[in-house]
T-cell receptor, first 111, second 112 residues
Framework: DAGITQSPRHKVTETGTPVTLRCHQTENHRYMYWYRQDPGHGLRLIHYSYGVKDTDKGEVSDGYSVSRSKTEDFLLTLESATSSQTSVYFC??????????FGSGTRLTVV | GENVEQHPSTLSVQEGDSAVIKCTYSDSASNYFPWYKQELGKGPQLIIDIRSNVGEKKDQRIAVTLNKTAKHFSLHITETQPEDSAVYFCAADKTSYDKVIFGPGTSLSVIP
């Protein structure tokens, strides 16, 4: 998966707890993205980054925050997890705008 | 905002036949149209893209066509093989290129 590592691969958490998902790349690509994938919705952009400390919101950013302190790492935080945030989360990277390479995903279940 | 529709939602073809997946978009300002393939248990993979200044693009057995007037674009796979079985997503974006909007996906099954 083009030098992209997502962690954890699976996580079960309780409603109301904070959760952080990590995306690590070894490609030195400028752009990094967080998507969520749900049945019938395709992939929806949560947040993206166009450089260190440069981030912007996507279609479904409510309830999520991100941080990028290093080129290689992009963190997605659910401040207080809700059942509606149960999903598969994908990180993606690209050298130019538009996602080119995706990670293997993190399956998050909020109970 | 942009809305991308995709048809059919499922498609079964015999090995060796062609497969066609069609997408429509709503925002006439969109000018970048990528296609992704997602195999079971994996992340999506960019397989081909087209920009609005081009009407057709080919890469071996895969081709994309774009009709900007009608706001629709299509993926054509010829001589299908079992390894083509996957979910295919179309997407569209405007000049910013950083907020690609995905269609809901088409599950393609190639029957040996």
């Amino acid at each position: 998966d083009a030098g992209i590592t997502q962690s954890p691969r699976h996580k079960v958490t309780e409603t109301g707890t904070p959760v952080t998902l990590r995306c690590h790349q070894t490609e030195n690509h400028r752009y990094m993205y967080w998507y969520r994938q749900d049945p019938g919705h395709g992939l929806r952009l949560i947040h993206y980054s166009y450089g260190v400390k440069d981030t912007d919101k996507g279609e479904v950013s409510d309830g999520y925050s991100v941080s990028r302190s290093k080129t290689e790492d992009f963190l997605l935080t659910l401040e207080s997890a809700t059942s509606s945030q149960t999903s598969v989360y994908f990180c993606a990277i690209s050298e130019s705008p538009g996602p080119d390479y995706f990670g293997s995903g993190t399956r998050l279940t909020v109970v | 905002g942009e809305n991308v529709e995709q048809h059919p939602s499922t498609l079964s073809v015999q090995e060796g036949d062609s497969a066609v997946i069609k997408c429509t978009y709503s925002d006439s300002a969109s000018n970048y149209f990528p296609w992704y393939k997602q195999e079971l248990g994996k992340g999506p993979q960019l397989i081909i893209d087209i920009r609005s200044n081009v009407g057709e693009k080919k890469d071996q057995r895969i081709a994309v066509t774009l009709n900007k007037t009608a706001k629709h674009f299509s993926l054509h796979i010829t001589e299908t093989q079992p390894e083509d079985s996957a979910v295919y997503f179309c997407a569209a974006d405007k000049t910013s290129y950083d907020k690609v909007i995905f269609g809901p996906g088409t599950s393609l099954s190639v029957i040996p």
